[in-house]
């Protein structure tokens, strides 16, 4: 069972206020995702990543950035808040060469932007 | 662009009760996976089925994958009130799971 952190659980900032996500995994996977999931709905996701120094971003466009230095560490960033971006984002980590490459998920960080 | 579809998309049976979820998707592939979601909670996954046929079971839960059909199920055989959350599929579109593709989710309430 992967350990995947994510920190702070629960964020209600102001419009245009810059925030960064952060999201840490024990294990040493080498692939790290972020999900964007609002109440009741599926799971898009918004970034990926096979290692440090690689990041591409996901099937949802987003105005979020994200970067990897350090295998543990997947961090994302908004640089400008908006309400539009009020959802549930969820991290998750993957073995390479993991014959199942089961996605671990963290507990995600509930964002509400007023 | 690939496509993956539950339903029902609502559950609500009784206790001792069996019912299916379906999952279907619309492009080839060999990787299918069942999460759980508890309300406000994080996503576990509960199977990986990796090949037309494959079958897992685990408790009350079954899956199953047809990769000929593009289908996948979630059996539950005699629902218990600890098995109420939502359930996703999601596909796999890549082969590694770089890429997962989640269904809509069924969310699934065992009343006693």
């Known amino acids: 069972e992967a350990d995947i952190y994510q920190t702070p659980r629960y964020l209600v900032i102001g419009t245009g206020k810059k925030i960064t996500l952060e999201c840490s995994q024990t294990m040493g996977h080498d692939k790290m995702y972020w999900y964007q999931q609002d109440p009741g709905m599926e799971l898009h996701l918004i970034h990926y990543s096979y290692g440090v120094n690689s990041t591409e971003k996901g099937d949802l466009s987003s105005e979020s950035t994200v970067s990897r230095i350090r295998t543990e560490h997947f961090p994302l960033t908004l640089e400008s808040a908006r309400p539009s971006h009020t959802s549930q984002y969820l991290c998750?980590?993957?073995?390479?060469?993991?014959?199942?490459?089961?996605?671990?998920f963290g507990p995600g960080t509930r964002l509400t932007v007023l | 662009e690939l496509k993956v579809e539950q339903n029902p998309l609502f559950l609500s049976m009784q206790e001792g009760k069996n019912y299916t979820i379906y999952c279907n998707y619309s492009t080839t592939s060999d990787r299918l996976y069942w999460y759980r979601q508890d309300p406000g909670k994080s996503l576990e996954s509960l199977f990986v089925?990796?090949?037309?046929?494959a079958v897992k079971q685990e408790g009350r839960l079954m899956a199953s994958l047809d990769t000929k059909a593009r289908l996948s199920t979630l059996h539950i055989t005699a629902a218990v009130h600890d098995l109420s959350a939502t359930y996703f599929c999601a596909v796999d579109r890549t082969g590694t799971a770089s890429k997962l593709t989640f269904g809509t989710g069924t969310r699934l309430q065992v009343t006693l």
């Open positions: 998750a980590s993957s073995e390479l060469g993991q014959q199942t490459y089961t996605q671990y």
């Open positions: 089925l990796l090949s037309n046929g």
